[in-house]
Structure formats: structure tokens, C-alpha cells
């Protein structure tokens, strides 16, 4: 039994490195990158205690160089699925039974092997195996995932500390159990924090976790794996499963004992989980959470006061970083009239400025889309964009598959505010733009709530304060996250929790203690110190 009350170290969160040139970072990675680009992996199941090679293998390339093979993936069969699952429910009976400072320490040991040992590698897997710049895959797959991992224990003991009221006749209190059963863990390709953080949170609460990386970010997955390892996570606590998506899924949600379900993804593949889960809601347990980050369709908008350097800025960031390929990328931005010609000056400077290619070359803004379906996906809407009359490309529009997934940062201007790529979710490097008349000022916050089904991030650009508050009125419902002269990017952990409603999921702000209230199931417990002994209340004595 625990012999004190423990505090956590006070998390912060983990400075981004510069990597200047000779600097020890740059070098570092710079040499992890070389070293594994030209070795190979091979990364198995993780099944209990077992690393399975089913001999059915995929290969593992990246999208700059997608002839260039890194590596071999196992894949699983329905049996494996179904192993996973009670070797997940078998580590339950003690890893829900583990003190709370135990699972603390597991989380913050990989939070530091990632911020020292592991820093280099986990940077260069992305790198190679999502094509992020080093920029990109420090801010990621280093400082959230450490700041995840360090915040969440933080988070933990606050939901643990909040309790009831007692008084002298009884003690009341509050536990947090695990869920009974598993939770399902399904992770996107674009962040390898958000992959390592929906497996790790489920199980900081003592859950155990049967996880599905994307198969466009298995190989920083491997990093993630290896780190949990070495912090100590027992066997069986976090199980990983690759193979087909529609097989994993259907096994899992088969399950009586499955208890929730951790998801970052697209949000047609959620609204189908969804739609499972609700058939088979007789044979569960307990009622599954169910927790989901989705897609986006996220905006900026600028006022006519707005400081046309800082739109054009917040444009050409927030849609252009990491190839639009984050959730909260901005792909549709509002621009009045009268700033337009200044606005539309420095974006076209700053796309044509860019530099495109490997992120081997760390002077390269811009590398490679995920895979070919997205490249091709985004060709269609560029090439669709040449031939419309309602829809112009002032930069970019151009692409190229030969060596890898290329697609030239593109923007396009339309004088419809419905057209296409102002609703449908792109994620690539497309940004959409509508002009408007500076009095429709009010029409068009309307206009960007009502355009999308999503509602994740979005921006308002204005020096007019009461034109800022009557955005945050009207758009209220419009984004999850909501930023004020800033990019619609970039949430931090601890600052910015990170979430969004409507068609861009369940809104339960990963980042923050809301998100791992739903991974416990709470218990109050009543104890009464001198028990009654008489059924009697007074109102049934007789009056005298």
C-alpha cells in the first residue's frame, strides 16, 4: 500500500531545439537519419510478451523517396487480434491493481528517454517515414509527445485529488478505476505525439490497450514501442496490431469486454465505428466511451482592420506546415477587399520562396505528401480547379509522383464561397480563398459557421476589439480551438487543450485532465463512523 502522499515533478513544457546549423541536434539527427535511412527494420506484433512475425509482410518506404525501402511490417491475422485481446485483459488483473505512482514513474522515465536517448531517433523516423521537416518532427514527435507524457501524470494526480466533502459522522471519497475491459487505440499518420499519447493516456489510468498505428507512421511507432519498452510498461498493457483495418476493428468491437475507444482519424471511418459500436451495444459489458478526434475543414478570417503581413503570415504557416496535413491545418481563409492586393502579394512571395525536396535537407520548407491515394486525391481537386470559371490558382498547382509524393503548395481563389475546396476536407497543401466586401463584414462569419460540417480549429485576424468579440460570438460554435491573431495551428499541451465538436469529433481536448476523465470509471464510497441502530426516524415519534 502506498506510505505517503506523492507529488509529481512539476511538469513544463519541453523546449523546442533550434537545430542551427552546428548545432549538437542537428548533428545528432542528422547522423540518426543517415544511419537509418540506409539500414533496414522490421517491426513484428506486440502481443503480451510476444514480439509475433507472421511471415505475411508490407513494406515500409518513404514519401520523398517512395522506391527507397526503410523496412518490413507484420501483419496479423483475426487469431492474433483475438490473442491480443486476452492478453490485454490478463495484464488487467495487475496493472489496475498497480499503485498510481508506479504508472507515473513508467510515463515520466519515457518522457525523459525521448527527451534525451531517444530524441534523435524518434526525430529521424519521422522524418523518414512521414516526411516531416526537422522543425516539424521536433515540435511533434519530441516535445508534444514529451509534454503528453509529463502533463498527463500532472493531470492525473488532479483528477485523483478531487474529492467530495466529508464531515465528522462520515468519510466520503472518490476512486478512479480503470475501465473494466480494453481500450481500442487507433492512431493517424500525420503526429507521432498523438500516436504515442492515445495508447499512453488510456493506460497512465490503469487500463490496458490493444493499439493500431497507421500504417503511414509504423516507423516512429517502432520508436514509441522501444521507449515503452525500456520506461518499463508491462507485457500485455499496450498490445500492437497491424493489419487490415476493417478485420482489427470488427474483432475488437466483437468483444464483450471492449470498454472504449481512443481515435484520431478520418471522420467517415469514425461515424462507421460509431455505427458498430451502437449495433452491438447489447453484448458489452458496460457502456463503451467512446472518444474521437476527426476531420476539419478549418478557417481564417480576417477584418478589414486586420494587419494584412500578419494574415498573410497566419495564411501561409497555418496551411502550408507539414504539407496542410494536420487536422488543424487551415485550408479556407475570408479576406475583405481592401487588404486583399497586400495580402495576395505576400503569400505569392512567400509560396514561391519555398524550397521542396527531402527533409534530409534541412533548407527544405516543404517535402512529400503521405502516399499516393493522397496524392492523387489532390491532383484531382487542383487539376478540377484549372478548368472551373468560378475557381483561379494564383500559386502553385503543380505536382509530381516521380521520385516522391510532391505536390506543389497551391492556392486558389474562387468567387464562390461554396465551391469544392472551401467544404470538402483536402488535407494536403491547398488553401482555398473567398474576397469579400468589407460591409458583408457580419454575413460572412455566418457564412464560414455554415459552411462546413466541421468545427476544429479556426482563426480571426482583427485590431478592432469589439469586431473580435463578435466573431468569438458568431463562431462560437465553429471551432474547438479558436485562436485570435494567430495561425489556426500549433495547440500546445497544458495551454491550448485540443479538440473539436460537430463533424470533427467528441471535443474531449486531448492535453488537458478532461480528456483522461474518460478513461476512468469513478467510484464514490460512503463510510459511516457510528452506523444507525434504529429503523426510527423522529417524525414518527407521537406528539406529546
Not at 93 to 99: E, G, M, P, R, V
Not at 255 to 280: E, L, Q
Not at 454 to 468: K, P
Request: charged residues 20%; hydrophobic residues 40%; contains cysteine.
Amino acid at each position: 500500500m502506498p506510505k505517503g502522499i506523492f507529488h509529481v515533478p512539476t511538469p513544463i513544457n519541453e523546449p523546442v531545439k533550434t537545430y542551427a546549423p552546428n548545432s549538437p541536434e542537428r548533428k545528432a539527427v542528422q547522423e540518426a537519419y543517415k544511419a537509418m535511412w540506409n539500414s533496414q527494420i522490421e517491426v513484428p506484433l506486440y502481443i503480451g510478451s510476444e514480439e509475433i512475425k507472421t511471415g505475411t509482410t508490407k513494406n515500409l518506404t518513404s514519401p520523398h523517396d517512395h522506391k527507397h525501402v526503410v523496412g518490413t511490417y507484420h501483419l496479423a491475422e483475426k487469431a492474433h487480434v483475438e490473442k491480443a485481446i486476452s492478453s490485454a485483459l490478463e495484464a488487467r488483473k495487475k496493472w489496475a491493481a498497480l499503485h498510481w505512482e508506479q504508472r507515473a514513474a513508467i510515463f515520466l522515465k519515457a518522457a525523459e528517454l525521448i527527451a534525451g536517448p531517444y530524441r534523435a531517433k524518434i526525430n529521424a523516423a519521422t522524418m523518414i517515414g512521414q516526411s516531416k521537416n526537422i522543425h516539424q518532427a521536433e515540435i511533434d514527435s519530441a516535445c508534444e509527445l514529451i509534454d503528453f507524457l509529463r502533463f498527463n501524470v500532472a493531470f492525473m494526480t488532479q483528477i485523483y485529488n478531487d474529492q467530495p466533502k466529508s464531515d465528522a459522522t462520515m468519510w466520503n471519497r472518490v476512486e478512479y478505476r480503470p475501465l473494466e475491459g480494453f481500450v481500442y487505440a487507433v492512431t493517424p499518420f500525420n503526429f507521432t505525439a498523438i500516436a504515442g499519447n492515445l495508447p499512453a493516456s488510456a493506460a497512465l489510468m490503469g487500463n490496458v490497450v490493444v493499439w493500431k498505428p497507421s500504417f503511414s507512421q509504423i516507423y516512429s511507432a517502432k520508436v514509441i514501442i522501444d521507449v515503452f519498452k525500456e520506461a518499463g510498461v508491462p507485457a500485455g498493457v499496450i498490445n500492437v496490431v497491424l493489419g487490415d483495418a476493417k478485420m482489427i476493428t470488427d474483432t475488437l468491437l466483437d468483444s464483450p469486454d471492449f470498454a472504449g475507444i481512443h481515435f484520431t482519424g478520418s471522420t467517415g471511418v469514425f461515424r462507421d465505428i460509431w455505427t458498430k459500436i451502437g449495433a452491438n451495444i447489447g453484448i458489452y459489458k458496460t457502456y463503451p466511451r467512446i472518444v474521437g478526434e476527426t476531420g476539419g475543414k478549418d478557417f481564417i478570417v480576417a477584418h478589414p482592420s486586420a494587419n494584412p503581413k500578419q494574415v498573410a503570415t497566419g495564411i501561409v504557416r497555418g496551411a502550408f506546415e507539414f504539407q496542410g496535413q494536420k487536422c488543424s491545418a487551415a485550408s479556407r481563409a475570408y479576406i475583405p477587399q481592401s487588404i486583399w492586393n497586400t495580402v495576395k502579394e505576400q503569400v505569392i512571395a512567400d509560396v514561391k520562396s519555398f524550397k521542396m525536396g527531402s527533409p534530409e535537407d534541412f533548407g527544405n520548407f516543404v517535402t512529400a505528401v503521405i502516399h499516393e491515394g493522397s496524392f492523387d486525391k489532390l491532383a484531382r481537386f487542383i487539376d478540377q480547379a484549372k478548368k472551373d470559371t468560378d475557381a483561379e490558382i494564383i500559386v502553385g498547382g503543380n505536382y509530381d509522383k516521380s521520385v516522391g509524393y510532391f505536390i506543389e503548395p497551391t492556392v486558389i481563389v474562387t468567387s464562390n464561397p461554396h465551391y469544392i475546396t472551401m467544404k470538402e476536407e483536402l488535407f494536403g497543401p491547398v488553401m482555398t480563398i473567398f474576397v469579400y466586401e468589407d460591409a458583408k463584414w457580419n454575413e460572412t462569419l455566418h457564412l464560414v459557421d455554415e459552411t462546413s460540417e466541421y468545427a476544429l480549429t479556426g482563426a480571426i485576424f482583427s485590431q478592432d476589439r469589439y469586431a473580435i468579440q463578435e466573431a468569438t460570438t458568431v463562431l462560437e460554435n465553429a471551432a474547438g480551438n479558436f485562436y485570435i491573431n494567430d495561425k489556426p495551428t500549433g495547440a500546445i499541451v497544458g495551454m491550448q487543450p485540443f479538440g473539436g465538436a460537430r463533424g470533427s469529433g467528441t471535443n474531449d481536448k486531448a492535453g488537458s485532465a478532461l480528456n483522461l476523465m474518460r478513461w476512468v470509471s469513478a467510484r464514490t464510497i460512503k463510510e459511516t463512523f457510528i452506523p444507525a441502530e434504529d429503523y426510527r426516524y423522529p417524525f414518527l415519534s407521537e406528539e406529546k
